[in-house]
């Protein structure tokens, strides 16, 4: 698949060609945005070192340009609003405006053109050479219109086109390119490392640069950079990342340690074992990498679609303007500006990125809990698993069985000799159950130690040995099922046990016992896999007995490989998706043939490069956490394609029409755009978190290990780091753990005082230089307090809810106000105007329209907690939002009930009391639904279909 050469997501179509550089080939991008930013990274020297240094750069440019469109707007407003301005003062004006023009277009056009030349040099016309013919029509005619002194003049509507276009595309840009890095966040947090000389002076290098034998040094409450051993240094260490070990483990000189693990207490110095670029977490990450190259197969959908809506828009947009020009007879003016918002509104990459910016979010989120997915493809097949089977030895049961007793026919040294060669040959054997014999003690003298000529594992029997002693006496050893081992063999198998029958040369020569005990993580996984309706099964070649004895269900024993490949094959031609878990080369041909195959990384190599899906730290309870997760990504994906062709086809067919601005295209293009970037980078995010990594021993602190021989004075600047050390430094998330953070809080702000633009644009009492700066001043430090005050304080989610209504859902009212009367100012005694409408029966839309849609956006992805889920998610989506139009409607009539003279006095009273029933009804609303669902859910009365969580009542 072709990457972006700046955000790195899948290119659709042909992309947009770089600039060729010496022998460097011209790179490819996915969209505008994209160019610009990377093209203006090879300005400033950094070509594929990231977007930073021509921000700075292009920021100026977008300030600059900001400003004149300011100045241009008030100047253009004035001589839309006055009519006694003198000509000659009006001339001038509309000669300031056009330099302000000119002057945008020279610090943001530039990168326009050339890119629509360069692909027009390539043959392909872009939506960017549509857009600057229309906008470069619109001036011609604004010129043109400014010399005759008949027409319209959109001096300034152009220079708003420019900036508001430019930065929408370079905010785009620059927001996929962090929401596709998620899956590189581990390798750049461990990117650097301070490397040891050999006078023990540190100093900071790339970490790719380290050669096994250089020594590391980590301070305490750091990540180790390298895998090597311990050299000096004594203390805990969380190793829940890379391991999955839920508690901090002392680690000591001569102890291996992992990249990613993290230092809590001690400072250590490190001798790589491997060098910076073979780790093993460089071995999963690239892993992660490969699989982005193999996409979904709803991918292949989204660039079917990517492709025929870039033809569908440049047809909608010729014919708009056919349309408006010549059949309405409204002029060619008004058809370009038409057809410019049709061009302004699509966004053909939104579909294109509907999937990849999903998918690559849900890599990431596997990998942090150590479910490492090569390809997108088994994402979607994981999302449709239906059935689960697991093997049971080493993959349900933990690795290290016990070993109870070893009866030997032979006794004294024969019986020494005899575990001896045991140890020596389960040695050479990576299975579960040899694990405990290669422990056993070895009688031999130096010099005098047997030698395993050959180890062969027969699946599902046993292994078998061909063994040298030090005399060059040959014999044949076999440990296994009795059955395969030696005929006649003694000792019955103990219930619930296991039983290796031990044969030397054909006779059998003894039993050992042994017992096993399933993972920590089993019972949880079962019962997951319950919660969501997935039957589970277990496949072993032991007897039934011992998995019932375990408390396994649905338990079929005595299976070979072959019976188990059978049972899979059997399953998926009854229409069954199966997911197998195993670990062992008998598990190889099952995990190939299931719907999808999960090995678990401690198995044989044979079982890992079998499987779509590799389990790292051993923690089953990941996999049904995994197939939700993918369910989630599955539906995102196709919601977000379905959102995108909905989005495109309903913003044509408006601007079509005639209903939308150019400037209020261009600016619900980068609204749906973030939002879908938004939406995509949180799939996952309300399921079950993983489990919490590394907390220390009960009992334990910092003063148990023994204090580390580092030189007195290494690390101190660190000190008191490891108790600041949070559990997610363990294993590194790129995603927020809740909406409250970050820019949140600005946008509620921001929302707040957009109101004041808004009025201005409602009421042309407010025009006045004084009273439109008051409003302004009035509404942005208002909306600042309450967002300090929300940030700060701790809010129920009621409260939170309001707040969402109060910024978001009345500046999507105040604009539906205007959009409504014409998106001109209210005429006189018209502030009641809503419910004037109504009373006449008409239905005015667009504040109805703009108050739920930004409300909701408020209330899904700009509260302070976590998203809401079950029943009150539902009852808000529902009967909050019908309780917010019925409330408007009762706000806005009672407040008609009253007459004022004063117009601003007036549309103030309608919209506080529209204000205060929208919040009413919505409470209301949200509460009766609410409470009506519970009693439905307790009497047994819901949909088996229907799975909702538990209810919110914060």
């Not at 690559?360 to 097949?381: C, P, T």
């Not at 946008?747 to 644009?761: E, I, N, P, S, T």
Request: aromatic share 6%.
């Amino acid at each position: 698949m072709t990457t972006c050469a700046n955000c790195h997501g899948p290119i659709t179509g042909a992309g947009y060609a770089g600039r060729a550089d010496g022998d460097r080939p011209a790179p490819l991008y996915c969209c505008f945005g994209c160019l610009a930013v990377g093209e203006r990274a090879c300005d400033a020297g950094a070509c594929g070192a990231g977007a930073e240094p021509e921000f700075a750069q292009l920021g100026w440019r977008l300030g600059v340009g900001v400003l004149v469109v300011g100045q241009s707007m008030i100047f253009g407003l004035a001589l839309n609003v006055h009519d006694d301005v003198p000509p000659a003062a009006r001339d001038l004006a509309q000669w300031g405006i056009l330099a302000g023009t000119a002057l945008v277009a020279a610090l943001l056009g530039g990168p326009l053109v050339r890119a629509a030349a360069r692909e027009l040099r390539r043959g392909r016309l872009t939506i960017e050479a549509l857009f600057l013919l229309t906008a470069t029509g619109a001036l011609a005619a604004s010129l043109q219109a400014h010399l005759t002194g008949h027409g319209k003049i959109y001096f300034e509507v152009v220079s708003v086109l420019l900036v508001v276009y430019t930065l929408g595309k370079v905010i785009g840009a620059r927001s996929r390119a962090a929401a596709l890095a998620g899956s590189r966040a581990w390798g750049d947090r461990l990117s650097l490392c301070r490397l040891l000389d050999a006078g023990g002076a540190a100093r900071t290098v790339a970490v790719a640069d380290v050669r096994p034998g250089d020594v590391v040094e980590v301070h305490p409450g750091e990540l180790v950079p390298v895998d090597g051993l311990v050299r000096d240094g004594t203390g805990f260490v969380a190793e829940s990342a890379v391991s999955g070990e839920p508690f901090a483990v002392v680690r000591r000189p001569g102890d291996r340690v992992l990249a990613g693990s993290a230092s809590f207490d001690a400072a250590f110095r490190v001798t790589a074992t491997a060098s910076g670029r073979e780790r093993e977490i460089d071995r999963l990450l690239k892993v992660v990498e490969e699989a982005r190259d193999k996409p979904l197969s709803l991918q292949s959908r989204a660039d079917r679609l990517g492709r025929w809506l870039f033809p569908l828009v440049v047809l909608t947009a010729l014919g708009t303007f056919a349309y408006w020009s010549w059949a309405a007879g409204a002029g060619w003016e008004v058809g370009l500006f038409n057809a410019m918002s049709v061009l302004l509104v699509a966004c053909p990459c939104v579909i294109g990125l509907a999937t990849p910016v999903v998918v690559w979010s849900a890599l990431n989120r596997l990998a942090e809990r150590g479910v490492i997915v090569n390809s997108g493809d088994a994402l979607e097949r994981l999302a449709a698993v239906d059935r689960v089977m697991f093997d049971k030895t080493g993959t349900l049961t933990d690795d290290a069985f016990a070993l109870v007793d070893i009866r030997t026919v032979a006794v004294g040294a024969e019986r020494a000799k005899l575990l001896g060669w045991l140890s020596l040959v389960q040695a050479q054997s990576s299975h579960p159950v040899a694990k405990p014999f290669a422990e056993l003690p070895r009688p031999f003298a130096p010099g005098a130690e047997p030698r395993v000529e050959s180890l062969h594992a027969v699946p599902g029997c046993g292994v078998v040995a061909q063994l040298v002693e030090a005399d060059g006496t040959r014999h044949e050893v076999k440990a296994g099922v009795a059955e395969w081992a030696a005929a006649g063999a003694g000792a019955p198998e103990p219930d619930g046990s296991k039983a290796v029958h031990i044969s030397v040369d054909g006779a059998w020569a003894g039993v050992a016992v042994l017992t096993e005990r399933l993972r920590d993580s089993t019972p949880r996984a079962l019962t997951h896999f319950a919660k969501l309706g997935v039957p589970v099964q277990v496949l072993t070649g032991d007897v039934p007995g011992r998995a019932e004895a375990l408390g396994l269900p649905d338990a079929r024993g005595g299976m070979l490989p072959d019976e188990k490949r059978a049972a899979i094959a059997r399953a998926r031609a009854d229409g069954a998706k199966p997911l197998f878990v195993g670990d062992g080369i008998n598990d190889a041909s099952a995990l190939a043939s299931a719907h999808v195959g999960v090995a678990l990384a401690s198995g044989t190599d044979l079982a890992v490069s079998a499987a779509p899906v590799t389990l790292y730290r051993g923690d089953l309870s990941a996999l049904p956490w995994a197939v939700e997760l993918s369910r989630s990504a599955v539906r995102a994906v196709r919601v977000n394609l379905a959102r995108a062709v909905a989005y495109n086809l309903v913003g044509m067919t408006l601007a079509a029409c005639g209903v939308l601005h150019p400037v209020v295209a261009a600016v619900l293009m980068v609204v749906s755009s973030l939002t879908l970037i938004f939406s995509s980078t949180r799939v996952g995010c309300g399921h079950e978190e993983p489990t919490p990594p590394a907390p220390l021993p009960e009992g334990k602190g910092e003063k148990d290990p023994p204090p580390s021989p580092l030189p007195e004075g290494r690390g101190e600047e660190n000190k008191g780091r490891a108790e600041t050390l949070s559990p997610g430094e363990g294993s590194f998330s790129p995603f927020p753990s809740g909406r409250g953070a970050g820019g949140v809080g600005l946008a509620h702000a921001l929302a707040f005082a957009l109101q004041g633009a808004a009025f201005l644009l409602l009421l042309a009492a407010l025009r006045t230089p004084v009273a439109g700066a008051l409003t302004l001043v009035g509404f942005a430090t208002v909306g600042a307090g309450l967002a300090v005050a929300w940030h700060r304080c701790a809010v129920p989610h009621w409260l939170d809810m309001c707040f969402g209504m109060v910024t978001f859902g009345n500046l999507g009212m105040v604009l539906g106000w205007w959009a409504d009367n014409g998106c001109a100012a209210l005429p006189d005694h018209a502030c009641c105007g809503c419910v004037e409408a109504m009373r006449e029966g008409v239905m005015r839309p667009w504040m109805w329209v703009g108050m739920l849609a930004l409300a909701n956006v408020a209330m899904k992805w700009f509260g302070k907690g976590p998203a809401p889920g079950g029943e009150h998610a539902v009852a808000m989506y529902t009967g909050g939002n019908v309780g917010m139009a019925l409330g408007m409607i009762g706000g806005g009539w009672l407040a008609a009930q009253t007459t004022l003279a004063n117009m601003v006095a007036g549309v103030a009273l309608s919209f506080a009391g529209m204000t205060a029933g929208m919040l009413a009804g919505m409470l209301a609303g949200t509460w009766l639904v609410e409470r009506l669902l519970v009693g439905l859910r307790a009497v047994g009365f819901w949909p088996a279909g229907w799975r909702i969580g538990a209810t919110r009542t914060s």
